[in-house]
């Protein structure tokens, strides 16, 4: 599938899908000149490498 079909998929944006997969976080997505293709068994990373890190006053 394509980045557009996995972030609808998924309700991300297509430019997380992307970073996800530059990242290498999809298994099995592989680069074809500018596009990312993604197995259609391909699930969402469930990891979140974002952390929370505020600071109350």
Do not use: H, Y
Request: hydrophobic residues 30%.
């Amino acid at each position: 599938m394509t980045v557009q079909e996995a972030a609808e998929k998924w309700g991300v944006t297509p430019r997380q899908v992307q970073i996800l997969c530059k990242e290498n976080r999809i298994e099995g997505a592989a680069r074809m000149s500018r596009i990312w293709v993604i197995p259609e068994s391909a699930e969402k990373p469930t990891t979140d490498k974002r952390t929370q890190s505020r600071r109350t006053k």
